[in-house]
């Protein structure tokens, strides 16, 4: 199957720790990217490759990987932190995959 | 710092063909895979497809018959083309700059995405 499934809501307090699991046979092969997406506006890239995370993204969030699940960790979780995640993957013949996506809200 | 600026129509009648273009602003299509994804309204995201900067092309298998993905580097700019539009295809499309390299892939940056509502 070339699905990723992820958690459809999570909630953590201000100041505590999240993750966030992305779980698909895919993802055996491919590392996943990982996006945060705040209502009215388009996705932006915060974690990709093993723990990568692009210029202006906090040191809060981080990835990690392990068999067909791969993780977005939150650290020290903050108000702006609220938002749609989604990860990203590809199948194996090459075709773009997106996860279920995960609504966080941080109380 | 390079940005995608999309435009295209946002309302369509059944049957229409939906055609929206991306303009790279401020990088170069060398190395990269230029994307399209979609979002229907209150859903996840959905990969469409993309095309290399050499333009080759892959497609979602459940929209391949429909859609058809194209590059003009005179222009800088890519588009995306989907036919015989339904209501199913209502979504808020995004084109995205992508890289797909060996076990890894991303989309950044995003264009600020199109409204796409198909109602007779």
């Known amino acids: 199957s070339s699905e990723l499934t992820q958690d459809p809501a999570v909630s953590v307090a201000l100041g505590q720790t999240v993750r966030i699991t992305c779980q698909g046979d895919s993802l055996r092969g491919y590392y996943a990217s990982w996006y945060q997406q705040k209502p009215g506006q388009a996705p932006v890239l915060v974690i990709y490759g093993e723990n990568n995370r692009p210029s202006g993204i906090p040191d809060r969030f981080s990835g990690s990987s392990s068999g067909n699940t791969a993780s977005l960790t939150i650290t020290g979780s903050q108000a702006e932190d609220e938002a749609d995640y989604y990860c990203?993957?590809?199948?194996?013949?090459?075709?773009?995959?997106f996860g279920t996506g995960t609504k966080v809200t941080v109380l | 710092q390079m940005h995608l600026q999309q435009w295209g129509a946002g309302l369509l009648k059944p049957s229409e063909t939906l055609s929206l273009t991306c303009v790279l602003n401020?990088?170069?299509?060398?190395?990269?895979?230029w994307s399209w994804i979609r979002q229907p309204p209150g859903k996840g995201l959905e990969w469409i497809g993309e095309?290399?900067?050499?333009?080759?092309?892959n497609y979602n298998p459940s929209l391949k018959s429909r859609v058809t993905i194209s590059l003009d580097t005179s222009k800088d700019q890519f588009s995306l083309r989907l036919s015989s539009v339904t209501a199913a295809d209502t979504a808020l499309y995004y084109c995205?700059?992508?890289?797909?390299?060996?076990?890894?892939?991303?989309?950044?940056?995003w264009g600020q995405g199109t409204l796409v509502t198909v109602s007779s």
């Open positions: 095309i290399s900067h050499t333009g080759n092309t």
């Open positions: 990203h993957s590809r199948d194996s013949s090459g075709n773009g995959v």
């Open positions: 401020g990088g170069s299509f060398s190395g990269y895979y």
């Open positions: 995205a700059r992508g890289l797909y390299a060996s076990n890894i892939n991303w989309f950044y940056p």
